[in-house]
């Protein structure tokens, strides 16, 4: 077990930390600076495949501009729900940068209601530390 819990720290560690194959542009630190003038798009898709469960595929996309922040969510907060959500950023620092972004949004499908939520970030050099709820 306890080899296990080695081999998941370093692979957590390692991911974080940029590589040379990485295309220009890209940071591991949160912004703290937004263009104004232009949209920032984002998607990230994660496959599911458990026992004895139907396989999924959890999708999001996001999309800034200045400090707005939109959202669209599918299979986040329940299997055949989608979700949009709107929010504005606050961000700063130099060397310790920081990210607080309340938002609200709408769940529909299989489950319905009102979402609010919040996403932080904290990040010094490679480091980063992300919390949502």
Avoid at 19 to 27: F, V
Avoid at 56 to 61: D, E, I, R, S
Avoid at 118 to 131: H, K, N, R
């Amino acid at each position: 077990m306890f080899t296990g819990v080695i081999a998941t720290a370093a692979a957590l560690l390692l991911g974080a930390m940029p590589c040379d194959g990485q295309e220009a542009g890209l940071s591991t630190a949160p912004s703290s600076t937004a263009d104004a003038a232009g949209w920032k798009y984002d998607i990230t898709a994660s496959y599911y495949s458990f026992r004895n469960q139907d396989d999924f595929t959890l999708a999001v996309l996001r999309a800034d501009r200045g400090q707005l922040h939109l959202e669209a969510r599918y299979n986040y907060e329940a299997i055949d729900s989608g979700s949009l959500f709107v929010g504005w950023k606050f961000s700063g620092g130099k060397n310790l940068t920081w990210e607080i972004m309340p938002i609200l949004g709408a769940v529909f499908g299989q489950m319905e209601g009102i979402a609010p939520g919040f996403e932080a970030s904290l990040g010094f050099g490679i480091v980063d530390f992300y919390t949502e709820t």
